[in-house]
């Protein structure tokens, strides 16, 4: 089974908890395009449901599938989100934002009374931090918002280093809400790059918010509520304890 497979099985399950008349979140990324493909197809056999897409992305491929779109303005309190991530603990607590979407994303999770995460056994991880943490920054002030970051991490005992996220043409990648992305990398304590992780998420959240020229950030801290993850031996749904 190869990790697309593996992502569209987890997506499919996900559709199973969706039922006509429900306001959907739409997540971002490569695993919930195939929850949007998927979605798509039940729309096309006339399941009746209406969406908000997280990104500019994730709109233009759920309206050439003919699925209806909202806004939040309008629909006030989803029934579900269904999204991906980039790292799962085991507290569900969740890395996000690699395909630069984060800040909605967060925003509808939010709104939503509960977010399902779809995704692959790979984005399992027993401590945040592999992945590194993308920070959605204004771009007035970006040398002082960085060192800001800096301290923030260094205040959880940890250190990472900051690298401007480029497109492929290696110019910067601006987000849908015109923002800039510093990626985090964190460091072990061998000096590795990637090497560390985060031993306390919703703190490191907290500060990292905390900070004037911060909009977001991809720590998702007690907003997924479940989540499919597949594997080459089947689709596992893991819980929330708390």
């Keep these: ?26 997540g971002t990324g490569s695993t919930a395009k195939h929850f949007v493909d998927l979605l798509g197809e039940a729309v096309a056999q006339g399941l009746d449901v209406v969406g908000v897409p997280t990104s500019e992305a994730t709109r233009r491929q759920a309206e050439g599938l003919n699925i209806r779109l909202s806004t939040l303005d309008d629909l006030g309190e989803l029934d579900l989100t269904i999204d991906g991530a980039d790292e799962i603990d085991p507290d ?14 967060k925003i509808v999770a939010a709104a939503s009374r509960s977010m399902v995460v779809i995704a ?8 945040l931090g592999r992945f590194g943490i993308p920070i959605e920054i204004v771009r007035f002030g970006e040398a002082a918002s960085a060192r800001a970051i800096l301290s923030a991490f260094e205040a959880e005992g940890g250190s990472c280093q900051l690298f401007p996220r480029l497109k492929a043409d290696g110019t910067r990648f601006i987000t849908d809400e015109g923002n800039v992305i510093l990626d985090a990398r964190l460091i072990g304590p061998d000096g590795a790059l990637n090497g ?8 490191l959240a907290a500060r990292l918010v905390a900070i004037p020229g911060v909009v977001e950030h991809g720590l998702f801290v007690g907003l997924c509520s479940a ?3 597949a594997s080459e031996t089947g689709v596992a749904r893991m819980a929330r304890s708390s």
């Design 1 to 26: 089974m190869t990790i697309e497979t593996m992502k569209r099985a987890a997506a499919a399950q996900a559709l199973t908890l969706v039922r006509p008349g429900m306001k959907l979140g739409l």
């Design 92 to 105: 569900l607590n969740l890395i996000k934002g690699g395909g630069g979407a984060h800040l909605r994303e």
């Design 120 to 127: 692959d056994s790979t984005k399992v991880v027993t401590t």
């Design 196 to 203: 560390g992780r985060v031993a306390r998420p919703a703190q």
């Design 227 to 229: 989540a499919y993850v």
